[in-house]
Nanobody, 126 residues
Framework: QVQLVESGGGLVQPGGSLRLSCATSGFISDYYAIGWFRQAPGKEREGVSCRRASDGTTYYADSVKGRFTISKDYNKNTVYLQMNSLKPEDTATYYC???????????????????WGQGTQVTISS
């Protein structure tokens, strides 16, 4: 059974940085995509950044391009989201999600995944 466990959220001032981690287990092949999604109060969940495991192809939402970076540590089976130059509008609950047989862009666009983590809160405020 696939499991995703997020960590690393917190309260940061505007302009600051955070790194989110998603520890994964249960994947039996690389034919899947995994990514980060966020949901702010009163808004729909949106795909922020996604990555296809088989070839490392990545996708970023326009709102985070140049500020966020998704990466994977194969030794630790962990996917990271490095978030720099954070803005108040980045405040949300961030979720790690994954699905089989998806491209990175499709995973982020659909935001309707086979697997979800429990979420971690990110608050950007002075």
């Amino acid at each position: 059974q696939v499991q995703l466990v997020e960590s690393g959220g917190g309260l940061v001032q505007p302009g600051g940085s955070l790194r989110l981690s998603c520890a994964t287990s249960g994947f039996i092949s690389d034919y899947y995509a995994i990514g980060w999604f966020r949901q702010a109060p009163g808004k729909e969940r949106e795909g922020v950044s996604c990555r296809r495991a088989s070839d490392g192809t990545t996708y970023y939402a326009d709102s985070v391009k140049g500020r966020f970076t998704i990466s994977k540590d194969y030794n630790k089976n962990t996917v990271y989201l490095q978030m720099n130059s954070l803005k108040p509008e980045d405040t949300a609950t961030y979720y790690c999600g994954a699905s089989w047989s998806r491209s990175a862009e499709r995973l982020c666009a659909d935001a309707n995944n086979d697997y979800w983590g429990q979420g971690t809160q990110v608050t950007i405020s002075s």
